[in-house]
T-cell receptor, first 116, second 114 residues
Framework: GAVVSQHPSRVICKSGTSVKIECRSLDFQATTMFWYRQFPKQSLMLMATSNEGSKATYEQGVEKDKFLINHASLTLSTLTVTSAHPEDSSFYIC????????????FGPGTRLLVL | GENVEQHPSTLSVQEGDSAVIKCTYSDSASNYFPWYKQELGKGPQLIIDIRSNVGEKKDQRIAVTLNKTAKHFSLHITETQPEDSAVYFCAGVISSGSARQLTFGSGTQLTVLP
């Protein structure tokens, strides 16, 4: 149980285009989903916290107009990187928290984004 | 806010030996401490967690200990195997109201030598 999926697993795009990443909790409903960014050999950096039906809460320094988050249902959250640039290239990982264990975060497999 | 420090940053052990990774936290309100294993190119996988009302928890070859007074917790892996090689992250969580954000340590690259 507690499986989180992400799609796509890898994406290459041209500078200036937008990329959407999906995060799904497959076998549980998630009260909250989180989006992280991870650079090589570094820890995970929280970008935003997403609750179903409400606006996401962004961490300091994360541009909400750049990284659009939509949490349309209890099992799906999306992150759209708008007008992507090479510096947005990174590993993006989502996590989800079940109703019954609200401290526990289960992570997706990550999405590798490369902006050319 | 919470600050979690993790040591060592790299650790090499011989297969069959034990590995210990230590973390300290700053906020005494932290009450949940998960450990994650991350293999190259993959997302973190929860391997064990402990809540502040417990001092030790075991799951087969993995154990976690918590010292609330000293504000530190440790991951212990016994009888290490090559497939244990990965980056391990500790984290702390303050469970109050709706705020349950993880504060991660900097990670430990564990290498188990065959």
């Amino acid at each position: 149980g507690a499986v989180v999926s992400q799609h796509p697993s890898r994406v290459i795009c041209k500078s200036g285009t937008s990329v959407k990443i999906e995060c799904r909790s497959l076998d549980f409903q998630a009260t909250t989903m989180f989006w992280y960014r991870q650079f090589p050999k570094q820890s995970l950096m929280l970008m935003a916290t997403s609750n179903e039906g409400s606006k996401a809460t962004y961490e300091q320094g994360v541009e909400k107009d750049k990284f659009l988050i939509n949490h349309a249902s209890l099992t799906l959250s999306t992150l759209t990187v708008t007008s992507a640039h090479p510096e947005d290239s990174s590993f993006y990982i989502c996590s989800a928290t079940p109703f019954v264990a609200e401290e526990t975060q289960y992570f997706g497999p990550g999405t590798r984004l490369l902006v050319l | 806010g919470e600050n979690v420090e993790q040591h060592p940053s790299t650790l090499s052990v011989q297969e069959g030996d034990s590995a210990v990774i230590k973390c300290t936290y700053s906020d005494s309100a932290s009450n949940y401490f998960p450990w994650y294993k991350q293999e190259l190119g993959k997302g973190p996988q929860l391997i064990i967690d402990i809540r502040s009302n417990v001092g030790e928890k075991k799951d087969q070859r993995i154990a976690v200990t918590l010292n609330k007074t000293a504000k530190h917790f440790s991951l212990h892996i016994t009888e290490t195997q090559p497939e244990d090689s990965a980056v391990y992250f500790c984290a702390g969580v303050i469970s109050s109201g709706s705020a349950r954000q993880l504060t991660f340590g900097s990670g430990t690259q564990l290498t188990v030598l065959p």
